[in-house]
Nanobody, 129 residues
Framework: QVLLVESGGGLVQAGGSLRLSCAASARTFSMYPMGWFRQAPGKEREFVAAISRSGGSTHYADSVKGRFTISRDNAKNTVYLQMNSLKPEDTAVYYC??????????????????????WGQGTQVTVSS
């Protein structure tokens, strides 16, 4: 069982920055690839970023590449999403997720939600124009 708790969301103006955090309960956190997804009102949940177990491999959706950075601190059981140059279209509920059943190392593998089996409750990010 993995409990994930996101924090750091809020209201920001376009062009601003936010850093999301996701704290995990599992002692085996360092074994799990992690991902961030988001869901805007009326839209399906979409992939944002993924990171491998050690943090050495990352993968991003084209829409956030160059603006967002995913990272992790295995000593703190936490994964982060640094979001810069925010746009109104980034407005969504952001979810972190853990993948505990797949063994592929590369973050490129973890771009779809069926690869993940534990999810946080989400944190709202609102970007005003």
């Amino acid at each position: 069982q993995v409990l994930l708790v996101e924090s750091g969301g809020g209201l920001v103006q376009a062009g601003g920055s936010l850093r999301l955090s996701c704290a995990a309960s599992a002692r085996t956190f360092s074994m799990y690839p992690m991902g961030w997804f988001r869901q805007a009102p009326g839209k399906e949940r979409e992939f944002v970023a993924a990171i491998s177990r050690s943090g050495g491999s990352t993968h991003y959706a084209d829409s956030v590449k160059g603006r967002f950075t995913i990272s992790r601190d295995n000593a703190k059981n936490t994964v982060y999403l640094q979001m810069n140059s925010l746009k109104p279209e980034d407005t969504a509920v952001y979810y972190c997720a853990a993948s505990t059943t797949y063994t592929q190392y590369s973050a490129n593998y973890y771009y779809t939600d069926e690869k993940y089996d534990y999810w946080g409750q989400g944190t709202q990010v609102t970007v005003s124009s």
